[in-house]
């Protein structure tokens, strides 16, 4: 039983705020695991909407060498991205895992419930979530590395800025600007009370069990103001730890050109940059061929135009959102064309894929592509970023 328009556009009174506290972080998942499964009572699938949603915690297996002053050598913190949730997480947590890291995967304020609950959150509430992930990580580990999709990955260099522990990013398709246009997205507030509608940039229907389809202009609001937090702190730091990094050239969600900025300023040696593009051969200036990986996003055999936001993090076998998983991502055509978003949900998984560019939707019928056909070879460019350091 799906929620009602009319309430998962309001907030559900669950996890609008940081709820970890003193709580150690097995705790902080039992209690959001209870959380999430009073927020979706009386709903489809319950079981696998809270194990998707919910953070998570793993633990190397035997064979790795132990740390020196805490149980583990190394430990890695995952944070999701913007109305999203830890599941985006799992597939880069089993990668550590196996590599010998000690994981954990929060879930931010706002997220993981039902959009209404993005209404009112605040960026600091999210700020707040991952220092705590850091802290509880730090217990564990004589290294601290965080990871970072989208606005997780804004959150980590915003954490790493702050907290001296921190060894290594990891960056995906990081949040680092956004279209200014969102720093008046709350101006809402003066009329919304009037019109409900405006405190929404899109209202839409919530197929995704893992991520909110609908988007709340405080949402986009916070986000630009995580960024602008972040370029703050930037112009009076600088960031001397290695750092992977990977993003898309045809990303149509966060400016790719200021990633491109931030990896020119990334002074340590071992720092990487995994490029997906359509142009492989036109390699941006300013970065040092050591330091930059650039792939063919485009994979013809698979009708796949290009890579997108929602896909660098992705496995082509995850059953959810794979290749041949049960969501399909058309809302770029909802309300619009219900024809096109129509056909676009009921067509074959061979039909075109990539990001929702202007010029991949000119060529015909566009499913956004969410998931990672380059995943493998990915694993093996991290690993070996991973055994220099």
């Known amino acids: 039983m799906a929620i009602p328009p009319e309430e998962r556009l309001q907030p559900s009174g669950f996890n609008s705020s940081f709820n970890g506290g003193p709580l150690a972080f097995t705790e902080y998942v039992a209690h ?20 998707g949603n919910a953070p998570f915690e793993l633990k190397p297996p ?24 830890p599941y985006s997480m799992r597939h880069l947590a089993t990668f550590f895992q196996q590599n010998g890291f000690r994981v954990m995967a929060v879930l931010l304020p706002g997220h993981g419930t039902q959009p209404g609950d993005l209404l009112d959150v605040t960026w600091q509430e999210w700020a707040k979530t991952v220092a705590y992930g850091a802290y509880k990580l730090a217990e564990e580990v004589d290294e601290v590395y965080l990871a970072g999709y989208s606005i997780g990955g804004a959150l980590s260099v915003y954490q790493s800025l702050r907290d001296s522990r921190v060894r290594g990013l990891f960056l995906f398709s990081p949040a680092l600007k956004i279209t200014p246009k969102a720093a008046w997205a709350n101006l809402h ?47 009076s730091h600088h960031l001397d730890i290695p750092i992977f990094i990977v993003a898309s050239a045809d990303d149509v969600t966060v400016d790719t050109s200021v990633i491109l900025k931030f990896m020119e300023h990334a002074r340590h040696p071992l720092s990487k940059l995994v490029l997906y593009t359509t142009e492989p051969a036109k390699l941006p200036s300013g970065i040092p061929a050591e330091k930059l990986e650039s792939v063919n996003s485009a994979v013809p055999d698979q009708k796949i135009l290009s890579s997108a936001h929602t896909a660098v993090v992705m496995s082509p ?45 000119a060529i015909g019928n566009l499913r956004r592509l969410m998931y990672n056909p380059d995943f493998v070879a990915l694993k093996a460019s991290m690993k070996r970023f991973i055994d220099k350091l």
């Open 189 to 235: 507030k003066l009329y919304s009370w009037l019109i409900p509608s405006a405190r929404w940039v899109d209202v839409k229907p919530d197929l995704d069990i893992y991520k909110y389809e609908s988007l709340a202009k405080n949402a986009a609001a916070q986000t630009y103001a995580l960024t602008r937090a972040v370029h703050a702190q930037l112009r």
């Open 62 to 85: 035997p064979g790795f060498p132990p740390g020196q002053q805490k149980t583990y050598r190394r430990g890695v913190l995952l944070t999701h991205g913007l109305t999203g949730s």
């Open 317 to 361: 076998e995850d059953e959810y959102y794979g290749v041949v998983g049960e969501y399909s991502n058309c809302i770029h055509y909802y309300p619009d064309d219900m024809e096109k978003y129509t056909a676009c949900l009921k067509s074959p998984a061979s039909m075109l894929q990539g990001e929702i560019t202007e010029k991949n939707l």
């Open 32 to 51: 959001n695991r209870d959380m999430l499964v009073r927020a979706h009572a009386g709903t489809d699938d319950l079981q696998k909407i809270v194990d």
